[in-house]
């Protein structure tokens, strides 16, 4: 390709940041996946397991291994959902606490150096240009006529 397209930078951007994640989180003895799974937990009042595949955009079997994994290393406990009697709700458990403080601090951190970097200005036009983009996906707009003789 002559000019990198959109989805490519896209792309090409959320590898980069999900290898420096996943670099990141073998310090902490973990993953981004479990990062992103302790971040998305309510730390208080739990979160109930079919909720969160959709909060995170996840496929249920793949979050099946990430929560299995994580209850085998103590992060999370699972308990019956008392409004729910078929439900499961997902707590953290005081480990799981702990890794989701340093997940919380990666996070904040990685954000901070790229606030240092990128004017106030440039990441509200990013904000804009993301939010457009997942606009038009959810309203199924990008295939709705042939562009490809353009």
Same mark, same amino acid.
């Given at each position: 390709?002559?000019?990198?397209?959109? $989805?490519?930078?896209?792309?090409?951007?959320?590898?980069?940041?999900?290898?420096?994640?996943?670099?990141?989180?073998?310090?902490?003895? @973990?993953?981004?996946?479990?990062?992103?799974?302790?971040? @998305?937990? $309510?730390?208080?009042? #739990?979160?109930?397991?079919?909720?969160?595949?959709?909060?995170?955009?996840?496929?249920?079997?793949?979050? @099946?291994?990430?929560?299995?994994?994580?209850?085998? %290393? #103590?992060?999370?406990?699972?308990?019956?959902?008392?409004?729910?009697?078929? #439900?499961?709700?997902?707590?953290?458990?005081?480990? #799981?606490?702990?890794?989701?403080? $340093?997940? %919380?601090?990666?996070?904040?951190?990685?954000?901070?150096?790229?606030?240092?970097?990128?004017?106030?200005?440039?990441?509200?036009?990013?904000?804009?240009?993301?939010?457009?983009?997942? %606009?038009?996906?959810?309203?199924?707009?990008?295939?709705?006529?042939?562009?490809?003789?353009?």
């Amino acid at each position: 390709m002559k000019e990198a397209t959109i $989805d490519y930078a896209l792309r090409a951007t959320w590898q980069a940041v999900a290898r420096m994640y996943n670099e990141e989180a073998k310090n902490f003895d @973990s993953t981004m996946a479990v990062g992103f799974t302790l971040l @998305s937990i $309510d730390p208080k009042t #739990g979160t109930p397991s079919t909720a969160l595949g959709p909060k995170m955009g996840m496929e249920a079997t793949s979050l @099946s291994r990430i929560l299995k994994s994580m209850e085998e %290393k #103590g992060l999370i406990l699972r308990k019956p959902n008392p409004n729910d009697g078929r #439900g499961v709700l997902i707590y953290l458990t005081d480990f #799981g606490l702990e890794k989701r403080n $340093d997940s %919380k601090n990666t996070v904040l951190q990685f954000n901070e150096a790229v606030k240092q970097e990128v004017p106030e200005e440039k990441l509200k036009s990013f904000f804009e240009v993301t939010e457009t983009i997942n %606009k038009l996906i959810s309203d199924k707009k990008m295939f709705t006529k042939d562009i490809s003789n353009q």
